[in-house]
């Protein structure tokens, strides 16, 4: 029998309110040694499931605090078994004298990831909603908590399921005609069997594919500010941060290092890097800083080009932009606050070009759009995320592996019980991605991962 658990499920450290969750066959009857109905005669193991009690939660010394027990019953609960839920004052002290009181009825701490793993464990969801509940937990954009909600919800996981049942089928398929030669079957539809296993193939590929971009909307983009100085570069950092994040002045070379933020801009996560002004000449400590900028414009996935909207460009400026001549740019053209005198035809080619002023702000939102059309590059659709993790991307290029294996004996002509071994592998490996046929220790990592309380 597994044991009770229980634990913190918000932050101890103080708030408004704390939730303490306990989960296990002797959820409630913990619960009820520490907690004390206000009704007369109420307890909470007459209580159905996702109902609530107001009441004490107290331990041998007295009452603790008062607050709501809330009692769900399996498995319609979040772990598949009976849990209690105390909601309390937040304060450090009622929260860890409650849980002192709870383990000294019987439970024990849970885990990190122990609620989840059980909810996981009892089928409750699958190992890859399980991993997206942390992928929730840590969103960092919209985008990223929409990709994550998609996969916990289980949008991902009924695609696979559709590719496991095809491929279950063919492989079937295989299998009587190898087993029954001679009962009578009829003659094996070889385009129909070969167009099931090519639909899977692209399937899968796309889920691979899709990979790159899932990674994209959960960790950003990486986009540098780059520029001249005294373009503005540091405003616009600071304007897209929010807050003084830059130090702004009229000198030349007041940015001698990169200044990093990650910020949300039109539901895409930007890595935003402020790098020193690129000029001739500049000290030992500016030119290191200067260094360091175009290393970064290497790696960058997105450049913000800066420029004086009241200064016609020179071939420094238009070499600038040859420097990495595939990564997508922004060029912006600042201060129009001051008047604006370039033209804006010589930059057009390098992407598209927006007129603002990063001092008072007019333009921003022209920004903000041309920032989501250029992020539409990586094809950011968080609904369309399916692999989250290093995890289940080996899971799935082994699938797809075995899988084209599989089709080459078939059209090589090799026998079906060749192929079917083929298949029966590439479905092995799609159940250890949605976690239907995976090992006790790549459970256990999984979870390692999660915080305490979830």
Request: aromatic share 6%; charged share 20%.
């Amino acid at each position: 029998m597994a044991k009770t658990i229980a634990a913190f499920a918000t932050n101890v450290k103080g708030g408004a309110l704390g939730i303490i969750r306990i989960s296990g066959e002797n959820a409630v009857a913990v619960g009820d040694s520490v907690f004390r109905c206000a009704a007369a005669g109420k307890c909470l193991a007459n209580m159905k499931g996702y109902t609530a009690a107001y009441g004490h939660v107290f331990d041998k010394s007295g009452d603790i605090d008062d607050g709501v027990a809330t009692v769900f019953r399996a498995p319609h609960s979040y772990t598949g078994e009976d849990a209690v839920e105390f909601s309390l004052h937040g304060g450090e002290q009622v929260m860890r004298q409650t849980l002192r009181a709870i383990f000294a009825a019987g439970a024990v701490q849970a885990q990190p990831g122990e609620f989840t793993k059980r909810a996981f464990l009892n089928g409750k969801m699958s190992l890859m909603q399980a991993e997206a509940v942390m992928d929730v937990i840590g969103a960092s954009s919209s985008a990223a908590l929409k990709a994550a909600n998609a996969v916990k919800e289980g949008a991902a996981f009924q695609k696979i399921q559709d590719m496991k049942e095809t491929l279950t089928y063919c492989a079937a398929q295989a299998a009587a005609y190898v087993d029954f030669p001679e009962e009578g079957l009829q003659e094996m539809d070889e385009t129909g069997f070969l167009n099931k296993l090519n639909a899977v193939k692209t399937q899968l590929a796309a889920l691979i594919a899709g990979y790159d971009n899932g990674a994209v909307i959960k960790s950003g983009i990486e986009c540098v500010i780059v520029g001249k100085p005294n373009v503005g570069k540091s405003t616009l950092m600071n304007l897209l941060a929010g807050k003084e994040r830059s130090i702004v002045t009229n000198i030349a070379g007041t940015t001698r290092d990169i200044v990093e933020e990650t910020v949300e801009v039109g539901g895409i996560l930007l890595r935003l890097s402020d790098t020193a002004g690129l000029r001739e000449g500049g000290d030992l400590v500016e030119s290191i800083g200067m260094e360091r900028a175009k290393e970064k414009m290497k790696n960058a996935q997105l450049i913000l080009a800066v420029f004086d909207a009241g200064e016609q460009p020179d071939d420094a400026d238009i070499s600038l932009l040859d420097t990495v001549p595939d990564t997508p740019k922004i060029i912006i053209l600042n201060k129009t606050d001051l008047g604006c005198k370039v033209d804006a035809s010589p930059f057009e080619k390098y992407g598209t070009v927006i007129k603002m002023s990063a001092a008072t702000g007019e333009g921003a939102a022209d920004l903000q759009q041309a920032i989501s059309k250029t992020a539409g590059l990586w094809k950011l659709d968080p609904d369309a995320v399916g692999i989250a993790n290093e995890r289940q991307l080996v899971a799935a290029k082994a699938a797809l592996c075995a899988l084209e294996d599989a089709i080459d004996a078939y059209t090589a002509g090799q026998m079906l019980d060749a192929v079917g071994i083929l298949l029966d592998e590439s479905i092995a490996s799609l159940l250890e991605l949605t976690g239907e046929r995976v090992s006790d220790a790549v459970v256990d990592q999984v979870f390692a991962n999660f915080c305490v309380g979830k």
